[in-house]
């Protein structure tokens, strides 16, 4: 079960893009429509792209700000629907060879909602960012190896103190 909340980022797949989206609801919803692990439907907002003409992208005018898109009732990527779910609405299960097989697609795509969300991974993350966490990480771990090792020296001492 997935621990999404309200305010949370999660990844949005929408129109074939990868986007970040801000949560504003979690669903309480029927089990048709929870992910593999019970990941909940979200009510999500994510900024578009910006506008391309001739290629290049669309300069904004100075004090623009971008409209945010909402989207409602987004399963989680791993989402399909039990086969009880499928013979109770009439839904075809997509075969191969199946000359009907695009609206089959369409159809469980329509029941499903508008894109697919996952949680964040760290290779989704900008290399950069993830290169900003790791030299982060490695100055935390320095400076708490330090303090160790002051400490053993303060220990050491004291000890040595008791001795003489």
Sequence with gaps: MSNVKRGDVV???????????LVHAVCATEASHLGENGEPMLHLSY???????????KVPPIGYIPESVMIHGVVHASH??????????RLRAVVEDDPQKIQAETEI??????????LPTRQALSPSYVKSLQDRYAAEKARADAAEAELAQLKAAKSSEGEV
């Design 11 to 21: 990844l949005l797949k929408v129109g074939g893009k990868i986007y970040n989206a």
């Design 47 to 57: 900024l578009p792209d910006e506008p391309v003409v001739n290629g290049k992208p």
């Design 80 to 89: 399909e629907f039990s086969p009880e779910y499928m013979r109770s609405h």
């Design 109 to 118: 795509r329509n029941r499903r909602g508008a894109g697919e969300w996952t």
